[in-house]
């Protein structure tokens, strides 16, 4: 398995290649949750079938209280600054959302990460058997010097490279 960072860049890629027409034989479904420290909040939806791409996307002001309709090709665009993190590490806790994750994380390190939540399926239907893959990861960002430098302590639930996980997963393949 490679690290988290290299898994982000894998993911973004994976992304781009999503926010253009594709082709009938392949389908895909994403949902993407993006919490910034400045308690900004993207939600991404998008899906596939039959050559057709149905996207969306919102900003919520987590402070402010509004929510905005995004447009949905520009998740690439919204997710991209994740990068920016000093400390990328995947998440291998037993939360499923942001908010919670962010809370448990808030009780170890004391200082606001950013978490993304990505989960991508994609279907090759002209292969026989179909070939599905599946990507479910959450990752957790920290600015310079707010984590430590490799964090690997399993009572945190953060590891920076060999994610293994019944659950979280980074392109596992799966026969249809």
Same mark, same amino acid.
């Given at each position: 398995?490679?690290? #988290?960072?290299?898994? +982000?860049?894998?993911?973004?890629? !994976?992304?781009?290649?999503?926010?253009?027409?594709?082709?009938?034989?392949f389908s895909f479904r994403f949902s993407v949750e993006y919490l910034?420290?400045?308690?900004?909040?993207? !939600? +991404?939806?998008?899906?596939?079938?039959?050559?057709?791409?149905?996207? #969306?996307?919102?900003?919520? %002001?987590?402070?402010?209280?509004?929510?905005?309709? +995004?447009?949905? %090709?520009?998740? /690439?665009? #919204?997710?991209? @600054?994740?990068?920016? %993190? @000093?400390?990328?590490? +995947?998440?291998?806790?037993?939360?499923? !959302?942001?908010? #919670?994750?962010?809370?448990?994380?808030?009780?170890? /390190?004391?200082?606001?990460?950013?978490?993304?939540l990505v989960e991508l399926e994609t279907i090759l239907a002209d292969?026989?058997?179909?070939r599905a893959s599946l990507t479910r990861l959450a990752l957790v960002?920290?600015?310079?010097?707010?984590?430590?430098?490799?964090?690997?302590?399993?009572?945190?639930?953060?590891?920076?490279?060999?994610?293994?996980?019944?659950?979280?997963?980074?392109?596992?393949?799966?026969?249809?």
């Amino acid at each position: 398995m490679t690290d #988290a960072r290299t898994a +982000f860049q894998d993911t973004l890629a !994976q992304l781009t290649a999503l926010t253009y027409p594709c082709d009938s034989g392949f389908s895909f479904r994403f949902s993407v949750e993006y919490l910034k420290r400045g308690r900004i909040c993207y !939600q +991404f939806r998008g899906r596939s079938c039959s050559g057709l791409a149905d996207l #969306a996307g919102y900003r919520i %002001n987590m402070i402010g209280g509004t929510i905005s309709a +995004f447009p949905g %090709n520009a998740v /690439v665009t #919204a997710i991209d @600054a994740f990068e920016d %993190n @000093a400390l990328i590490a +995947f998440y291998v806790g037993e939360e499923f !959302q942001t908010g #919670a994750i962010t809370t448990e994380l808030l009780t170890i /390190v004391a200082t606001m990460p950013e978490v993304l939540l990505v989960e991508l399926e994609t279907i090759l239907a002209d292969d026989r058997p179909a070939r599905a893959s599946l990507t479910r990861l959450a990752l957790v960002g920290f600015e310079q010097g707010t984590a430590g430098s490799s964090p690997r302590d399993k009572s945190c639930h953060l590891c920076v490279d060999h994610l293994l996980h019944p659950n979280w997963c980074h392109d596992r393949y799966m026969l249809l």
